[in-house]
């Protein structure tokens, strides 16, 4: 430390922003996503690890109902789905995880900021993941199961489950960051709220695949849509309170 | 004991009767104290004293489970998050992010507080860490002394009126410490409260006005606890 750049330091009149409603809000919201994503890139151990772990389940389900499986589009829905949520529970956990093993998340909550303003940075950011992990893992599905997800219902329904899920997991993974048993304690509480989001998934992406008509299948949309809308609501009130006093 | 020129009459911090538990283990029975605007205290005690515990919870990391806390005028417990710009933390993590450069780091705390047009602030509070020609390398490549130094620098980026340090001269050379003493002078100068804890007997009769002896999870008198040193 220099003792004559000290001299002028407190002299100076520190100016914030105080107040400032909803657009100081997202500025911290966007804060926290830009700060993860820029760490992301330097350590490169949440999007990489799903990504990897994505690729090599679809190639481990391409060889495995290779041999057994007619069709393989009547296999292709349930894998997107299920490696979407297992590989994602990889990156979820860490989103909290990383904050707790590096003692940084003090860091966070001693600034003056909304709780729901870093879960939303947080869900900002695995949203990314999630969605880097999907643009990976459809033109793979494409080669080893030749079977084309490019159509824009699907895309939507991905789009939709991945926002619901990335909403949920990014709560529950909060939740219990400060627990001890973490790793498994968040599967086991988001994949039976993930039902809904699973089963809608893959109902809209086989009937897609099947050739049925988008208007017989708006109704799985609708409760992609509408499980999204919850939890964005029902997150935005629980988190302040379940980070209060940590 | 240095003498306090910036002091005046009322206390920013207040402690009432604090009391605090892990489980089963009292840390904290019946604290009671008071830091004015202008004065440096210190805490001292053995480890496990409570003095962590009492810093977290002056921050609002922790809520106390009896007793008060007042910053000013406004009591700590359901505050809010805006009372948190008022208080800075040397915590014994440093609190920053070492896949990111210092330069980042600051920036990304500057954000969080609000800071208006932050980049002077932030170039002046590196190079008073001295850390200004280290701003782009990772945090991760820092020694011990230079991350205790950024951990400095985040906590009087916002300029807070109450300063906590928290062992801040953990790491740091003797030239480092010669400047924190520097720091801690200019801060009471300035008319900041400070509560900084240490095991440093000496330090902590050249930093401070006054000194708070932790023993037992209560307060004893810190001059008769230096006389019986």
Redesign the interface.
Known sequence: ???D??????????????G?GAK?FL??VW?VAA?DI??EL??KEVASTMIVFGLLAVIIFGLAFDLRVPKSAMVVPGILWVIVLFAGILGLHRSFGAEID???L?????????PSAIYFGKLASNLLYLFLLEFCMLPLLLVMFDTNLYHPVILLGLFLGTLGYAEVGTFFAALTANTRARESMLPVLLLPVMVPVFMAGVSLTAGILDGRPVSGLTSWLVILAVFDVIFFVAAYWIVDLIW??? | MASGNGSTGEPIVRVEKVAQRYGRKVVLRSVSLEVKAGEVAALLGANGAGKTTLLRIL?????PERGQVWLGNVPLTNAG?????Y?G?V?H?P??????NGL?NLH??A???????PE??IE??L????LWHRRYD?VRTYSRGMIQ?LA?G?A????PPVLLLDEPDTGLDQ??V???T??IA??R??G?AVLVTTHNWDRAERWADKIFYLADGSIEDGAEALRQR
């Not at chain 2, 954000?111 to 047009?117: F, G, I, K």
């Not at chain 2, 190079?127 to 001295?130: E, G, I, Q």
């Not at chain 2, 009087?156 to 300029?159: A, M, Q, T, V």
């Open positions: 430390m220099s003792s750049s000290l001299s002028g330091l407190l002299g100076r009149p520190v100016q914030m922003r105080t400032g100081a500025r911290k804060a700060k820029r760490a330097r350590a590096r003692e940084t003090p860091g966070l909550l001693l600034a003056p900021v909304e209060d006093g940590i | 921050s609002g990391l922790d809520a998050h805006e009372i948190r710009r208080v933390l915590s993590r609190l920053v992010y070492e896949s990111l980042e990304f705390f954000q969080m507080y609000d800071l208006v047009e002077a602030r002046a509070v190079t008073a860490m001295d990772p130094r400095i985040r009087i980026l916002h300029d030239e480092s010669a400047v924190l520097d720091l200019q801060l100068e300035g900041r």
